[in-house]
Nanobody, 124 residues
């Protein structure tokens, strides 16, 4: 069984930064793509960023490109999301998820394990 636990959310002013972390259980963490998604009130869950098992490749939603950076540490079974220049529209619950092995994907349905989420609120 895989467990994902997010941390690092909170309240920040527009223009500020937050760093989200996701701790994963399971010895096969390093074999899988990992992703971050978010869901704002009244909206569908959407893709934010993903990173391949080797960290060689990453993908970002257009809305966060240049502001967010995803990284991972396979030795520590963690994946992080550095969020800079935050905007009020970034307010959402952020979820960490495990994707397929090998292939870097951005489609929600390709991710099979999910964390409980961490709230990020950006005030204007």
């Amino acid at each position: 069984q895989v467990q994902l636990v997010e941390s690092g959310g909170g309240l920040v002013q527009a223009g500020g930064s937050l760093r989200l972390s996701c701790a994963a259980s399971g010895r096969t963490f390093s074999s899988y793509t990992m992703g971050w998604f978010r869901q704002a009130p009244g909206k569908e869950r959407e893709f934010v960023a993903a990173i391949s098992w080797s960290s060689k490749n990453a993908a970002y939603a257009e809305s966060v490109k240049g502001r967010f950076t995803i990284s991972r540490d396979n030795a520590k079974n963690t994946v992080n999301l550095q969020m800079n220049s935050l905007k009020p529209e970034d307010t959402a619950v952020y979820y960490c998820a495990r994707g397929p092995s090998i292939v870097l994907v951005t489609t929600l349905r390709e991710y099979d394990y999910w964390g409980q989420g961490t709230q990020v609120t950006v005030s204007s």
